[in-house]
């Protein structure tokens, strides 16, 4: 009985089991997924936020201090994404194995030649990025690096697994590389189309599929439209047409159902990341359901 | 460079392949093992072929725009091509180029504040009946008046010490080392150290700094109690538990020359605080802290100004309990749109020694609740409410600056507050203050703006 009490107080404290696998502290759900498929049973994952935060801007609470300090790494997206609540997890973590420079911080943007690096530095331009956008995960093709790197890092910290590591992201390259040419196919009716955005998310995305961005609903990175802002942006449309506007699932619609009523083009929310949407379940449907997603508003 | 690599682990395969005197049935999954890794470069490769491609096509896009420049358009309400394209082809810095001398100068960060203060009654007479004030705990002047100007310099030492040292310059430009600590970045086992000169990890509102308090200035019991906030030299331990369960304990041992203490009473070692600090999730759109705080102080000839009354001596120990609990709420957890914060602490306290050569010996009370809530992005109400009950001090004290002359210190405080964005925030704060004999209204407007890299805030 007496057992029993006690145990079901360390269970009701989360007392951490010594681990028999590698703990992995995710910022995003898509590095979390990321993470599974390359360390399968050996790692347990845990996500910081959720497809519907902002993650720019999450609070640092308390329950991710906990989970931080029981992490053997952080596999965050990096590039100042995270820059608003990461810092001081790691600090009030005092967790050394994440620490910045540990071989347990973990970045995905290092391992990306990063787009949109802004010519100059100055918070005149809005929520800008010093070393490029970091919403690198709108590209599956990144998966291949940043997996590849993943599965270097894990085998550098746990190397009693190493081997499996390394041969279950050679099995997702695998994979991942029949999806990409499915997606490729899928998508080749994208190709050129003109979009409008309404946060300065995408680029790789556009990259991906060769989506025209013609404009942004946002006059700087961060900043909200004004309606004038947004006169301006119906009148430029007006010239330039676009197919649809495109925001993420965190994202506040209101500018974008403002312009998408008055230039009678579908606003189209996409996944963003998975959980975003109720098709976006895990790594490959998050990149399917944003195909339909996008192919549909194309036929409307 | 990488062709060269993968060349070479190609050569490397097949020389394993080649030496494969291997049985049979251990070589048949290297082989498989193989033709993944060679599958897995392939698709590495032609991943990075389409991403040449893309950008190919998008310098091709360029050139076009460029020889052919589109009308210009209104305000910079367009991504011009050749903007997009620009970014596109950026690259990486060279890591080769030298580093220039001040690439490990620390990360510098600047608030400024100013204040537009109005009030019914003579600021400079302000007095909180029943209670010894510390140092400009008091309202501001009447009128325009620059408040608090901070730099703070901050970086790692080396892999295993972070240090920060913030320089505070009050209005008239008398600079003070506000903090200047140490802190190991690096001890096993979930411990921090901490040394130096900072604010106590007691309470919830203590550590902050002013620019990230929730209303222009403290509730009554951080004013009247704690001189706005205690921090001082000294040392700190911090330990959190490895539980998923948020546990963290702490204590300090400070040299006492902060109000309440004062004059490094005991030989430089005069205060000693230990706190708990608590807290999880309830769900995705909710979250929570909980606190509880001990701090002993022991003064020797602290000398406080009253300004009906003039200086004031205190010799003795002050005890204080803090007992803090916060709610954090947005929907979904996005706090983008709409989020709502809501604290109370209620603060136990006892003061013994000799005020002005007499016997005190009494208990004080305090609390406040008080909610702030982003009803739209950068638009933010909040409302506080505060309260104070000095002890009794019998007929000696009676009439000092101890007697509360029958005065339960109240106010009540309004915000209204616009951010023009994270860094930059313009708040109108109104105060039914009932501290004094006679009420005072008071209107304050303030600005706040931080810029350089600023670290992320605390919960």
């Not at chain 1, 703990?23 to 347990?44: D, H, Q, R, Y």
């Not at chain 1, 845990?46 to 497809?51: E, S, V």
């Not at chain 1, 347990?104 to 010093?130: K, S, Y």
């Not at chain 2, 203050?433 to 600023?454: C, I, K």
């Amino acid at each position: 009985m007496i057992r029993a009490i006690v145990l079901a107080a360390l269970l009701a404290l989360g007392v951490s089991t010594p681990s028999w696998a590698l703990s992995v502290f995710a910022c995003e759900p898509e590095w979390a997924a990321l993470a599974s498929e390359i360390g399968g049973p050996k790692v347990t994952t845990y996500t910081a936020t959720t497809a519907l935060q902002d993650p720019h801007q999450i609070q640092a609470r308390p329950s991710l201090i906990a989970r931080a300090r029981a992490a053997d790494i952080a596999v965050c997206t990096g590039s100042e994404l995270e820059t608003g609540w990461l810092p001081q997890i790691l600090i009030q973590s005092a967790n050394k194995k994440i620490a910045p420079g540990a071989p347990g911080n973990f970045e995905a943007t290092r391992f990306v030649a990063l787009l949109e690096r802004p010519a100059r530095l100055d918070r005149a331009e809005g929520d800008i990025h010093a070393g490029g956008n970091p919403h690198i995960q709108s590209d599956p093709r990144v998966m291949i690096p940043v997996g590849k790197a993943m599965a270097e890092r894990f085998a550098q910290i746990d190397p009693a697994n190493a081997a499996l590591y390394r041969s279950r992201y050679a099995a997702f390259a695998v994979k991942w590389q029949a999806a990409l040419v499915r997606w490729q196919a899928r998508a080749a009716p994208l190709r050129g189309q003109p979009i409008a955005v309404q946060h300065k998310t995408w680029i790789y995305l556009e990259t991906w599929l060769g989506l025209k961005r013609v404009v942004a609903l946002e006059p700087k990175p961060g900043v909200p439209a004004s309606s004038g802002y947004l006169a301006q942006v119906l009148g430029l449309l007006q010239k330039t047409p676009v197919k649809m506007v495109i925001r993420s699932a965190y994202e506040d619609g209101r500018s974008s159902t403002f312009v998408s009523e008055r230039a009678h083009i579908p606003a189209v929310v996409l996944p963003y990341t998975i959980g975003g949407t109720p098709g976006a379940k895990d790594l490959y449907s998050l990149y399917d359901d944003t195909l339909t997603r996008l192919l549909e508003a194309l036929t409307k | 460079m990488n062709r060269a690599i993968a060349t070479l682990r190609v050569c490397g395969i097949a020389a394993a392949l080649g030496s494969a005197a291997l049985p049979a049935h251990a070589a048949e999954p290297d082989v498989a093992a193989i033709r993944q890794e060679i599958a897995a470069m392939r698709a590495d490769y032609e991943t990075r072929i389409a991403t040449l491609e893309a950008r190919v096509a998008a310098a091709e896009a360029a050139a076009a725009a460029t020889s052919a420049p589109s009308p210009a358009e209104p305000g910079q309400a367009v991504d011009e091509p050749v903007e997009l394209a620009e970014d596109t082809l950026d690259e990486p810095p060279a890591t080769s180029a030298p580093a220039p001398a001040n690439a490990l100068n620390p990360g510098t960060s600047v608030v400024l504040n100013g204040n537009y203060f109005a009030s019914s009654r003579d600021p400079s007479m302000a007095r909180m009946p029943g209670f010894a004030l510390g140092d400009e705990t008091g309202p501001p002047s009447r009128g325009f008046s620059l408040a608090e100007s901070e730099v703070t310099l901050a970086a790692n030492v080396d892999p295993s010490l972070y240090a920060s040292l913030t320089v505070a310059f009050d209005g008239q430009g008398e600079a003070g080392v506000e903090e200047a600590y140490i802190q190991t970045t690096a001890l096993p086992g979930g411990l921090t150290l901490k040394g130096g000169r900072f604010f106590s990890g007691v309470g919830y509102l203590n550590e902050r700094h002013g620019h990230n308090w929730s209303f222009i200035d403290m509730p009554l019991p951080y004013r009247a109690m704690l001189g706005n906030q205690y921090g001082d030299d000294g040392v700190q331990v911090r330990w959190l538990s490895p539980t998923a369960l948020f546990l963290e304990f702490g204590g300090e041992w400070f040299r006492g020359d902060s109000f309440p203490a004062g004059n490094g009473a005991d030989r430089g070692a005069g205060v000693q605080t230990a706190f708990v600090h608590t807290g999880g999730d309830i769900d995705d759109s909710s979250s929570w802290l909980a606190a509880a705080s001990y701090i002993h102080t022991r003064a020797d000839a602290r000398e406080t100004q009253d300004p009906l009354l003039g200086t004031d001596l205190f010799s003795g120990d002050s005890d204080l309990t803090i007992l803090s609990a916060v709610y954090k709420w947005a929907p979904g957890g996005n706090s983008v749109q709409r989020n709502l914060m809501l604290s109370g602490e209620y603060f136990l306290g006892t003061e013994s020694g000799l005020f002005n050569g007499l016997a005190l010996d009494r208990d004080n009370t305090g609390w406040y609740v008080q909610g702030v809530y982003q009803f739209r992005p950068r638009w933010s109400v909040g409302l506080r409410y505060a309260a104070l009950d000095a002890g009794e001090v019998g007929p000696l004290l009676a009439g000092s600056t101890l007697d509360d002359l029958g005065v339960g210190a109240r106010a009540a405080t309004a915000l209204l507050e616009y951010d023009s964005s994270e860094f930059g925030r313009f708040r109108l704060q109104y105060t039914r203050d009932e501290s004094d004999l006679r009420a005072n209204d008071a209107l304050l407007f303030q600005y706040t703006v931080t810029y350089g890299p600023h670290g992320a805030h605390r919960y």
